[in-house]
């Protein structure tokens, strides 16, 4: 089993930043990526960002800039077993609910999910 702990979520005026944060334990070793969903009210979870143990990281179009520096980067600190999400020009489109997520093969792992809300 693995298990979740994630951080940081709140309340941001739009053009504002957070940084969640997602701890993981218990049986972490062969974990191969780990991520960022999020399910904003009467919408279906989605994906916004994820990284792989070797650093490969990808993002939802919605969140990555194409001519532009990208809104949201994912990191990972593989010492310390916690996956990172900056969060920057946020939107109230942004508002969700953000889980983190850990793929162990053939098992997907979430946390308990952090509210992120944006006001306009």
């Known amino acids: 089993q693995v298990q979740l702990v994630e951080s940081g979520g709140g309340l941001v005026q739009a053009g504002g930043s957070l940084r969640l944060s997602c701890a993981a334990s218990g049986s972490i070793f062969r974990i191969s990526a780990m991520g960022w969903y999020r399910q904003a009210p009467g919408k279906q979870r989605e994906l916004v960002a994820t990284v792989t143990r070797g650093g490969d990281t990808n993002y939802a179009d919605s969140v990555k800039g194409r001519f532009t520096i990208s809104r949201f980067t994912i990191s990972r600190d593989n010492a310390k077993n916690t996956v990172y999400l900056q969060m920057i020009s946020l939107k109230p489109d942004d508002t969700a609910v953000y889980y983190c997520?850990?793929?162990?093969?053939?098992?997907?792992?979430w946390g308990q999910g952090t509210q992120v809300t944006v006001s306009s």
């Open positions: 997520n850990a793929r162990r093969d053939p098992n997907n792992y």
